[in-house]
């Protein structure tokens, strides 16, 4: 038979456990409480998913970078649904999306707006980045007629770049050509990719491209584009021999199937 000392010792240590049980179930149950739902707002809903975007590497990020995208493309057909916006305005109204943005994460917009067939093509894309290296790129084409614009396709162009776009000069073909090209770093010199896209008022079509360049310029002409670039492999090699690594010019005619390489040579650096 147990003594009132050991029966006093064996209450006293259930008191204890039953006063650390109930400081530890707030706790618990606080921890079992499911995360807050994100803002109502559209920058406040995309800053909530960009900010568990940091860490997680570029190709692990498509559930998150999915969801900003189909957030903003949702957005921007409501919001130009009745209207004729400038590049401006559609620019403006990309920076509104991303506004609650901070380093190292950014949303950087591109817009660019062109005649075509009576009614005018809308490009509305932006750069989606968490480091210098790991980002997205979406680009919207929306055509406009009777004051009204309607989306027509939506491309993800090359990921790890910067986002920019420069027109083909119109000639004899009924579709709209255009250039999206980006620049990479994450060497000594920034590595140009380019793609010449067309745009029947439905689709795009890719009819040219190059990529990674590196130290690549572009210069679209009237009836060519030229580009100069460097060799990475020659630019080393010479440049720790303390000499001047020759560049190269490729010459591009412009025809019915996107581009014809005419020559290409070496010019001075």
Same mark, same amino acid.
Do not use: C
């Given at each position: 038979?147990?003594?009132?000392?050991?029966?006093?010792?064996?209450? +006293?240590?259930?008191?204890?456990?039953?006063?650390?049980?109930?400081?530890?179930?707030?706790?618990?149950?606080?921890?079992?409480?499911?995360? %807050?739902?994100?803002?109502? $707002?559209?920058? #406040?809903?995309?800053?909530?998913?960009?900010?568990?975007?940091?860490?997680?590497?570029?190709?692990?990020?498509?559930?998150?970078?999915?969801?900003?995208?189909?957030?903003?493309? @949702?957005?921007?057909?409501?919001?130009?649904?009745?209207?004729?916006?400038?590049?401006?305005?559609?620019?403006?109204?990309?920076?509104?999306? +991303? %506004?609650?943005?901070?380093?190292?994460? +950014? #949303?950087?917009?591109?817009?660019?707006?062109?005649?075509?067939?009576? #009614?005018?093509?809308?490009?509305?894309?932006?750069?989606?980045?968490?480091? @210098?290296?790991?980002?997205?790129?979406?680009?919207?084409? +929306?055509?406009?007629?009777?004051?009204?614009?309607?989306?027509?396709?939506?491309?993800?162009?090359?990921?790890?770049? $910067?986002?920019?776009?420069?027109?083909?000069?119109?000639?004899?073909?009924? @579709?709209?050509?255009?250039?999206?090209?980006?620049?990479?770093?994450?060497?000594?010199?920034?590595?140009?990719?380019?793609?010449?896209?067309?745009?029947?008022?439905?689709?795009?079509?890719?009819?040219?491209?190059?990529?990674?360049?590196?130290?690549?310029?572009?210069?679209?002409?009237?009836?060519?584009?030229?580009?100069?670039?460097?060799?990475?492999?020659?630019?080393?090699?010479?440049?720790?021999?303390?000499?001047?690594?020759?560049?190269?010019?490729?010459?591009? %005619?412009?025809?019915?199937?996107?581009?014809?390489?005419?020559? $290409?040579?070496?010019?001075?650096?």
């Amino acid at each position: 038979m147990r003594s009132p000392s050991v029966r006093k010792s064996g209450v +006293f240590h259930l008191l204890i456990l039953l006063l650390v049980a109930a400081m530890l179930g707030p706790g618990r149950a606080e921890a079992k409480k499911k995360p %807050s739902p994100p803002p109502p $707002d559209l920058p #406040g809903h995309i800053n909530y998913l960009a900010k568990q975007l940091p860490g997680v590497m570029l190709e692990d990020a498509g559930p998150l970078t999915g969801e900003i995208q189909k957030l903003v493309v @949702d957005h921007m057909v409501q919001w130009m649904a009745n209207r004729t916006p400038t590049d401006v305005e559609v620019r403006r109204e990309l920076e509104s999306a +991303f %506004s609650l943005l901070h380093y190292p994460l +950014f #949303g950087q917009p591109a817009a660019f707006t062109e005649p075509w067939k009576g #009614g005018t093509v809308i490009g509305a894309g932006y750069t989606l980045g968490w480091t @210098d290296y790991d980002r997205q790129n979406v680009v919207m084409v +929306f055509e406009n007629r009777d004051g009204k614009s309607r989306l027509a396709t939506v491309t993800n162009f090359v990921p790890r770049t $910067d986002l920019h776009y420069e027109m083909l000069p119109a000639q004899s073909w009924d @579709d709209l050509r255009f250039f999206i090209y980006g620049f990479r770093l994450g060497k000594s010199q920034l590595r140009l990719t380019a793609i010449l896209y067309s745009f029947d008022g439905q689709n795009l079509k890719s009819l040219w491209e190059t990529h990674d360049l590196f130290d690549g310029k572009m210069d679209v002409q009237p009836d060519k584009v030229v580009i100069r670039y460097l060799k990475e492999d020659e630019y080393i090699r010479e440049v720790t021999a303390k000499r001047k690594p020759p560049r190269h010019e490729a010459v591009y %005619s412009i025809t019915p199937n996107g581009l014809q390489l005419q020559n $290409d040579h070496e010019i001075p650096f």
